[in-house]
């Protein structure tokens, strides 16, 4: 276990065919939301595929947009980060699902805005080369924004009215990703983080071996020591929090979306999460889906909803916040 944990944490081989799997394998279960790949390269010169789309937020409300107060310009970015099996192209229809939600919500003063969805697919997986491990994957969530900020330049020039917001979401082990990316990660000055959608979190690596091996008699839990992989939400928050504090700057929010059935991770460790955000300051929502196990959050129609209300939350609240 200790030898080959990297393995046994990613398994980007599951199921067989992930792989190989294409964007258009899926396309006609993604409701008219178009994905393209693109590929970027990371900081050790590894070289990424990912899935992008755009689509406008809220446009539910565009009719009442002109009697509405001037609204700064800014356009959204989301940062995907996937769970530890299988590949991008198979999340993309209920993902599609989620965005259509977002675009038909009538949330006020959000019409103009739009949403640049980024699924980064992580070293390893999918199509991107390398082996997947947790300094390969910093530096991959790295790229991507890297990615990000480069394709807002260009679209819309370097000293452009048009501020980019950018918002990360994690899902399962991609929550320890996106913790430790805001936490550490190397950003662009101009490209923060300002809100973080975390599906189905653990606290940690260590606590999941907690979690999953319990009994004294099996030696798996005391392990630890050897990890090579951390993936510690739980120390990244505090992180997260002390960096704001120092450099005077809005706490990114936090938005926690968590499965009631969860059969992997249990339900404490969410609540510990929500609970550690707000003795941190970091300000925080929370949502249950009904009878989801841990991965049907965003399958049914409830995860949908939460998570296409989350976007818009956090999206309104950082164009607010400035």
């Known amino acids: 276990m200790v030898v080959f944990q990297n393995k046994i944490i990613y398994m980007p081989g599951l199921p067989p065919n992930s792989r190989s799997e294409q964007i258009a394998n899926w396309a006609r279960r993604c409701g008219g939301i178009q994905w393209t790949e693109e590929r ?10 990912m899935a992008v789309t755009t689509v406008p937020l809220a446009q539910g409300n565009r009719a009442a947009a002109p009697t509405q107060e001037p609204i700064a310009a800014a356009h959204v970015y989301l940062l995907y980060f996937q769970g530890n099996a299988a590949s991008i192209p198979p999340r993309l229809p209920d993902l599609s699902w989620v965005l259509r939600a977002a675009g038909d919500s009538k949330t006020p003063n959000l019409a103009p805005m739009q ?24 530096l991959d969530a790295e790229a991507g924004v890297r990615w990000i900020a480069e394709r807002h330049e260009r679209m819309f020039g370097k000293d452009s009215s048009t ?12 929550c320890g990703v996106a913790t430790n990316l805001a936490a550490t990660g190397r950003l662009p000055p101009a490209m923060p983080i300002r809100g973080l959608i975390l599906e189905t979190p653990f606290l940690s690596i260590k606590t999941m071996l907690e979690t999953l091996y319990p009994q004294k008699w099996l030696p798996y839990k005391y392990l630890w020591p050897f990890l090579r992989n951390h993936l510690d939400s739980w120390a990244n928050l505090e992180l997260i929090a002390q960096a704001s504090k120092e450099k005077g700057d809005p706490a990114p929010m936090v938005y926690i979306l968590e499965a009631e059935r ?11 999460l ?10 925080v929502e929370k949502g249950v889906v009904p009878v989801a196990y841990h991965q049907e959050a965003i399958a049914r129609g409830d995860g949908k909803k939460m998570a296409a209300q989350a976007i818009l939350t956090l999206a309104k609240r950082a164009r607010d916040s400035g």
């Open 40 to 49: 970027t390269m990371a900081a050790d010169g590894t070289d990424l595929a």
């Open 115 to 138: 949403l640049t969805f980024v699924c980064l697919s992580y070293r390893g997986y999918w199509t991107s080369r390398g082996r997947p491990s947790e300094p390969g994957l910093r």
């Open 163 to 174: 501020a980019p917001i950018l918002l990360v979401w994690g899902q399962s082990i991609g």
């Open 262 to 272: 969860d059969e992997l991770v249990p339900k404490a460790q969410s609540e510990r």
């Open 274 to 283: 929500y609970q550690r955000c707000g003795e941190l300051g970091l300000p």
